[in-house]
């Protein structure tokens, strides 16, 4: 196999070598039967997976604005890869945080490398359910660890994961998160739902009949809110806002190059692109920590600017555009999907006010 050097910093030329190959490969990701697997074993090869680890667990220990770089070039060149592998991260990072030697001596380097593959299915903890009385996926005490019994909705890349890093409510209502490996007898995951975007990121429900979990597999809890008691990690953090904005960013770029051409959509371009890359820029002041943080304030604009763009980059596709297989009509419907991916009720409000309310008429 050829070796491909690493990108140790978002700096490095083989970062563009990365985000060149692998807009390449999105136009063939598309549908269920599409499981980004190329996409995903080229990161791997470069070391993507090391940047969200610190040194001492085998990672190159980027710093949040580093990452929040690196995710923004990897989401203008493939939103789908990119999502799957912020859900992968999610999962490491919950792992690596835990402090539980047992798992993390088994799983994080095979993890790291992206020999193995995991996900997390948490959403019903937090976004999704809610309004249910009986949660969905439930946990009762065993002698040596955890029987798990219910579904957990959503989970990104269900039917290839190797480990499932899922959150589950025990009788008194305080939650577990737990490490289940995807060939424990009871586990049946989905195939993937057809979305109306990001269907290849193959997310679906994992249903749990009764499985057993070894008490050595347990990440965090028992507690009343087992994902924000997790040391090193936050919640509601801006790596979806950066998600959105590199998404937007790939509709400017657009944009642009028919600007250069037609002058009729030069102002429009040069606008967007103003406000794009000062999105961009706040994203990555925040994340070093520079000025206050308000994450709801940001989020909500970067749901909104990668709507305009992809939209106004559509405009300027025209018919071309709407054509199946043009770049532009699948970011539009990408777009969509900032409405509704861990998206919270404040944020979900404001969005629905706007679009209830016409300020301009
Ligand atoms: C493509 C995709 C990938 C995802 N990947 C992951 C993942 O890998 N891991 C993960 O943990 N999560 C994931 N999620 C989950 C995501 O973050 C949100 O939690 C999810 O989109 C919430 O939607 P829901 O339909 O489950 O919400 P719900 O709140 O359960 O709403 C479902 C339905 O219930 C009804 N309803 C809602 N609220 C109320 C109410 N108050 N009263 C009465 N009825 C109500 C409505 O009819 C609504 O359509 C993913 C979601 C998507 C779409």
Redesign the pocket.
Known sequence: MQHLPPVMSPAYVAMDDLCDELSRLADAISDVSDWPSQSLDLCGQRGVYRWFLPEDQGGYGWSASDQIRGYLRLAQADLTTTFVIT?YMGAVRRIAASGNTAVTGEWLESLASGKQFS?????HL??????LKRPVLRAEESTDGYILDGIS????GAPHADLYVVGATLPNSEQVLLAVPSTLPGIKAGPGHE?VA?SA?C?DQVGFDRVHVNRTMLLNGPNENVLTSATGIRTGGLQTSTLAVGLAQAAVNFLSSEAANRTDIMDAATELRQEVDALAQRLITVSDGDTDCDASQIRTASNRLALRSTQAALTAAKGAGFVKGHPVGRWCREAL?FL???CPQPIAQAHLCELAFDNHS
């Open positions: 859900q996900t997390v299915g948490i959403s937090t976004t999704s359910r809610r309004h909705p959503w989970v990104t979305l990001l990121s997310t999907f509704v991916w861990s």
